[in-house]
């Protein structure tokens, strides 16, 4: 891979990534502008030889030429992301994801990089309810008029600009399209991912609030997984101009996943999943998908990649890596 440029290094699946490629000797830049990447996460590389974080704007591309100089490998995983941001704030959504996109894209072609993945996601599908879903399986989203859309609205268009810049340029693009990754580091506030809130509350002895009936369903990828086949996605050759679904076929409605933590929280008995409309969260006009669970054949046959970790041996590590936090104080 040669030397790596990590965008959002310092979030949650970048932390990760970052780190696991410092682990394996690259010489690794770490970019994030830190409004909601954690500096904590990856302070312990500080000092090392091949480790350099950069704190910088993906909006800004004059700061991206320095994160770019002698950069043979690009991870581009900075977005505006979170379920509540796309209905508070839908023009930051729109303008960091896109033009963020665009920015890299444009500097990665004139530095003529060896690979350029871009973390993308399930919500391109849309609504798209016809499961599992593979990568040519229609993209079915909501009117304009819903903020809930503009999410996946501006993934799609960041991966028309890597196709077009993969045709036109030649630019060596993946495109992963990762499945509710979850794991240590997720944010635990409402901007969140829907595992990490529901641990923040049990371990605080709260109800979890499971949004709608509860019946929807997901499927939840731990973080070791992703990284791994984030990893294999810059190596192998034939990933090439792909786009890949990473995720674990396993299909889990969201009121299976509470009562889940719950168990493995050790609060039996004295918890249970709370209900709450949707509106009361998100506001008037919100709209849910039903079920969402992938195909992975494509990336089992370019990458090799299987999911090794199983939801409840995941949730276990991620609710303790959580418990020890509280008590250390981070809440």
């Given at each position: 891979m ?8 310092a ?11 410092v ?18 996460y ?28 002698q ?9 505006k ?10 023009e ?24 350029f ?14 499961v ?10 909501g ?49 969140g ?5 529901f641990?923040r ?9 499971v ?39 396993r ?50 046959q ?12 995941g949730?276990?590590?991620t ?13």
């Amino acid at each position: 891979m040669g030397n790596v440029l990590v965008t959002g290094g310092a979030g949650f699946i970048g932390s990760h990534l970052t780190e696991r490629l410092v682990q394996r000797g690259h010489n690794v830049r770490c970019l994030d502008n830190l409004s909601r990447g954690q500096y904590e996460y990856i302070s312990h590389m500080r000092g090392k030889r091949n480790f350099w974080f950069l704190k910088r704007d993906i909006l800004r591309k004059d700061a991206l030429k320095e994160a770019l100089v002698q950069t043979d490998t690009v991870f581009h995983l900075a977005a505006k992301v979170g379920v509540k941001y796309y209905v508070e704030d839908p023009e930051s959504v729109i303008k960091v994801n896109i033009q963020g996109t665009e920015n890299l894209l444009e500097l990665a072609r004139k530095k003529d990089v060896d690979r350029f993945i871009f973390a993308s996601t399930s919500e391109v599908y849309g609504r798209n309810t016809s499961v599992p879903l593979r990568e040519d399986s229609d993209r079915v989203l909501g009117p304009t008029s819903i903020d809930r859309w503009c999410y996946a609205t501006s993934k799609s268009v960041d991966e028309h600009l890597c196709n077009a810049y993969s045709r036109m340029y030649h630019l060596p693009i993946v495109i992963l399209r990762y499945f509710n990754i979850y794991g240590p580091r997720q944010d635990t506030s409402d901007y969140g991912g829907v595992v990490s809130i529901f641990i923040r509350r049990i371990l605080n002895d709260q109800n979890p609030l499971v949004h709608g009936t509860g019946t929807q369903t997901r499927s939840f990828t731990y973080i070791d997984d992703a990284v791994e086949a984030t990893i294999k996605a810059a190596r192998v050759k034939e990933a090439m101009g792909e786009t890949m679904n990473i995720g674990n076929p396993r299909e889990t409605t969201i009121n299976e996943l509470a009562e889940l933590v719950i168990r493995l929280s050790r609060k039996q008995g004295r918890l249970r999943a709370q209900l709450v409309p949707y509106e009361e969260f998100y506001g008037a006009g919100y709209e849910d998908i039903p079920r969402r669970v992938p195909d992975t054949s494509k990336a089992m046959q370019i990458l090799r990649f299987q999911p090794r970790t199983s939801l409840e041996d995941g949730l276990a590590k991620t609710i303790e890596w959580y418990r020890h936090r509280l008590c250390r104080g981070h809440g």
